[in-house]
């Protein structure tokens, strides 16, 4: 198993996608500010979810935001978009440059703690196209964060992702890598993480 810490110009995925990581993208007072507003003024809900027909409660808390009405459904939940936030924007701005995209909508998770986690998927719904890209932000508390290519799943990256980091991933990466945050028995505090997306 390989952990990487920071690779920000060089594609962590070695066939079939294109992830890169920028550890300490943001600042440590833009980290501070960011966290505060997020956790204290995003609408956050903890939505059920079905998993092999199963209603279960995701163990997270969610929310949807966007500069479009457009919805967005996976794992049998259809989330409306809030209208994007300052901080949001602000956010959106400082990673659009190095995406190469506008981003026109964004998924947010709160893990309170070690136990909320996110299970293995892709992000390959219709809605966000043929080879989408995502830029995920995170604020908070460090977690490993795994990609596993889809077929051969001993093709393994284990990233940890710190306060402030800024992962790229692109090209063909949710047709053929899956990727998780997995529950941790470590004491943890809270972490935000933001992926945003272009709805079509």
């Not at 994007?84 to 959106?92: E, G, V, Y």
Request: with cysteine.
């Amino acid at each position: 198993m390989q952990t990487l810490l920071f690779d920000g110009d060089k594609n962590l995925l070695p066939y079939q996608g294109e992830a890169f990581l920028f550890q300490q993208f943001f600042t440590k007072t833009e980290c501070e500010v960011y966290f505060e507003e997020l956790l204290n003024g995003i609408e956050w809900n903890q939505e059920p979810i079905k998993i092999f027909s199963k209603e279960v409660m995701q163990p997270r808390l969610t929310a949807w935001y966007g500069d479009s009405n457009k919805p967005y459904t996976y794992s049998g939940i259809t989330m409306k978009p809030l209208r994007f936030t300052p901080a949001l924007l602000a956010i959106k701005e400082k990673i659009e440059p190095l995406a190469k995209v506008k981003f026109t909508s964004a998924l947010l998770n709160l893990y309170r703690d070690g136990k909320d986690s996110m299970g293995w998927h892709r992000d390959n719904e219709k809605e966000l196209g043929t080879n989408p890209v995502i830029g995920s932000v995170s604020f908070g508390a460090a977690r490993t964060f795994k990609l596993r290519h889809y077929e051969n799943k001993k093709e393994l990256r284990t990233i940890e992702l710190i306060n402030g980091s800024f992962l790229l991933m692109a090209g063909e990466t949710q047709h053929y890598w899956e990727h998780q945050i997995s529950k941790t028995s470590n004491q943890v505090g809270p972490r935000i993480n933001i992926t945003f997306r272009v709805i079509l």
